[in-house]
């Protein structure tokens, strides 16, 4: 048991994106000790400091937790007691307020709701039972805020340092309905192996958030630099000597240097969209943002980095519809874009095949619940060869020979 108030040494966890373990432990890496990648996240050790910075550097974590328990439980009974035989009482007052979320993989608790009420209830009546008076659930602004993971018979319960999610930076006033969250743009980014001295582009730009991450990373901005809230700073022992040391040492790593960002989109709301999210954090200047057909991308710049995040159908129907954009992006990408690393991330496989190229590497992630792939095409000139084979063999599988009132299709081996 970690009561986190007087700890020296905090075990934490960081959530983030699945696929993203490997960025992320090395993003946190030089600010902490014992980092190890887990499933959906880095555990790492530190102090209050520690703590502090990873709350504000991370560029693709969501949470930053603080173990206060694990132990095993598989009944109710055992739940309940083991949660209640923590002291609760030495940091969280009867005026406090607090939350519990809880996510389950079990075949001994199999509601998640259940699992929050329970534990909720050995809380209150802890605190109750040593106080007399019981502190208040707040589901939007609580004090403390605690997760509760159970995989089959072992539960871990953690505090939550963040509040909402790390990757509400703060500048995305209005996204595209088909945005990525920053953290998962800054890890896209991270994984593609861009430099800040190489041009970067991203030809489908939307509310602009890969050009925006790209020119945070290019300047050493960190994640949550231009976040106001965390949850930490309503805790008892928040120190703002510390906080603001932690902050001020960050800004002075923020460089200036000339970076070549480019983005653009074939419409003009979503073009205006980016550019008041960049210039929300004065960063606009150093994005050049532009209205412009998917068909006519041409990088200014050989020697850069395309990252894209085209649509991948979501919604019954939507999918044909987007075959011919597929089918462009190939297109566009051998006769425009030579001698720069192309990444496509999608959630179709289907539709990526459509590209007709073949990728050097796949990178395995989740946008949600939704299972995707970061899809690099290194785009030199030896490759056209391939492209024309693909044109020509997707051409052949589809000649339809009548003989005999038989159809036969044209089949490529």
Same mark, same amino acid.
């Given at each position: 048991?970690?009561?986190?108030?007087?700890?020296?040494?905090?075990?934490?966890?960081?959530?983030?994106?699945?696929?993203?373990?490997?960025?992320?432990?090395?993003?946190?890496?030089?600010?902490?000790?014992?980092?190890?990648?887990?499933?959906?996240?880095?555990?790492?050790?530190?102090?209050?400091?520690?703590?502090?910075?990873?709350?504000?550097?991370?560029?693709?974590?969501?949470?930053?937790?603080?173990?206060?328990?694990?132990?095993?439980?598989?009944?109710?009974?055992?739940?309940?007691?083991?949660?209640?035989?923590?002291?609760?009482?030495?940091?969280?007052?009867?005026?406090?307020?607090?939350?519990?979320?809880?996510?389950?993989?079990?075949?001994?608790?199999?509601?998640?709701?259940?699992?929050?009420?329970?534990?909720?209830?050995?809380?209150?009546?802890?605190?109750?039972?040593?106080?007399?008076?019981?502190?208040?659930?707040?589901?939007? +602004?609580?004090?403390?805020?605690?997760?509760?993971?159970?995989?089959?018979?072992?539960?871990?319960?953690?505090?939550?340092?963040?509040?909402?999610?790390?990757?509400?930076?703060?500048?995305?006033?209005?996204?595209?309905?088909?945005?990525?969250?920053?953290?998962?743009?800054?890890?896209?980014?991270?994984?593609?192996?861009?430099?800040?001295?190489?041009?970067?582009?991203?030809?489908?730009?939307?509310?602009?958030?890969?050009?925006?991450?790209?020119?945070?990373?290019?300047? +050493?901005?960190?994640?949550?630099?231009?976040?106001?809230?965390?949850?930490?700073?309503?805790?008892?022992?928040?120190?703002?000597?510390?906080? @603001?040391?932690?902050?001020?040492?960050?800004?002075?790593?923020? !460089?200036?240097?000339?970076?070549?960002?480019?983005?653009?989109?074939?419409?003009?709301?979503?073009?205006?969209?980016?550019?008041?999210?960049?210039?929300?954090?004065?960063?606009?200047?150093?994005?050049?943002?532009?209205?412009?057909?998917?068909?006519?991308?041409?990088?200014?710049?050989?020697?850069?980095?395309?990252?894209? @995040?085209?649509?991948?159908?979501? !919604?019954?129907?939507?999918?044909?519809?987007?075959?011919?954009?597929?089918?462009?992006?190939?297109?566009?990408?051998?006769? +425009?874009?030579?001698?720069?690393?192309?990444?496509?991330?999608?959630?179709?496989?289907?539709?990526? +095949?459509?590209?007709?190229?073949?990728?050097?590497?796949?990178?395995?992630?989740?946008?949600?619940?939704?299972?995707? !792939?970061?899809?690099?095409?290194?785009?030199?000139?030896?490759?056209?060869?391939?492209?024309?084979?693909?044109?020509?063999?997707?051409?052949?599988?589809?000649?339809?020979?009548?003989?005999?009132?038989?159809?036969?299709?044209?089949?490529?081996?």
């Amino acid at each position: 048991m970690i009561n986190p108030f007087t700890s020296s040494t905090l075990e934490c966890y960081l959530t983030c994106p699945r696929g993203l373990e490997e960025v992320t432990a090395k993003d946190i890496s030089p600010h902490c000790k014992n980092v190890k990648t887990g499933s959906g996240g880095v555990s790492f050790t530190g102090d209050l400091q520690t703590l502090y910075t990873v709350n504000l550097y991370s560029r693709t974590g969501m949470f930053a937790l603080v173990k206060l328990l694990e132990f095993s439980a598989d009944n109710e009974k055992d739940l309940y007691y083991q949660i209640a035989d923590y002291p609760w009482y030495e940091w969280i007052n009867h005026d406090d307020t607090f939350s519990i979320r809880s996510r389950v993989f079990s075949k001994h608790f199999t509601d998640s709701n259940f699992v929050t009420l329970k534990v909720k209830d050995a809380i209150v009546d802890r605190i109750r039972q040593k106080t007399k008076r019981r502190p208040d659930v707040d589901k939007d +602004n609580p004090r403390y805020s605690l997760f509760v993971f159970i995989h089959e018979d072992k539960v871990s319960v953690f505090l939550n340092s963040s509040g909402s999610s790390l990757s509400k930076r703060g500048y995305r006033q209005k996204i595209h309905k088909a945005a990525i969250n920053e953290a998962l743009g800054a890890g896209l980014i991270l994984l593609s192996g861009w430099e800040p001295s190489q041009p970067f582009y991203d030809p489908m730009c939307g509310s602009g958030t890969l050009p925006i991450e790209a020119a945070m990373i290019g300047r +050493n901005i960190p994640g949550g630099n231009y976040r106001k809230s965390y949850t930490f700073k309503g805790w008892k022992d928040f120190d703002p000597r510390l906080w @603001n040391s932690v902050v001020r040492e960050s800004r002075e790593k923020i !460089r200036n240097d000339k970076l070549h960002i480019f983005g653009s989109d074939n419409m003009g709301a979503n073009v205006d969209m980016a550019k008041r999210n960049a210039r929300q954090i004065l960063i606009h200047t150093h994005i050049k943002f532009a209205k412009k057909e998917f068909e006519d991308f041409t990088p200014e710049f050989s020697g850069g980095t395309i990252l894209m @995040n085209p649509p991948y159908g979501e !919604r019954i129907g939507e999918e044909k519809e987007l075959e011919s954009l597929y089918q462009l992006i190939g297109s566009v990408l051998k006769q +425009n874009c030579v001698n720069n690393d192309a990444f496509i991330f999608s959630g179709n496989k289907e539709l990526t +095949n459509l590209i007709g190229l073949k990728s050097q590497r796949n990178y395995v992630l989740k946008n949600g619940k939704i299972d995707c !792939r970061l899809l690099h095409y290194p785009i030199r000139e030896g490759n056209y060869v391939g492209y024309l084979l693909y044109i020509f063999k997707s051409a052949i599988n589809e000649i339809i020979i009548t003989h005999n009132t038989r159809i036969i299709v044209g089949v490529w081996y």
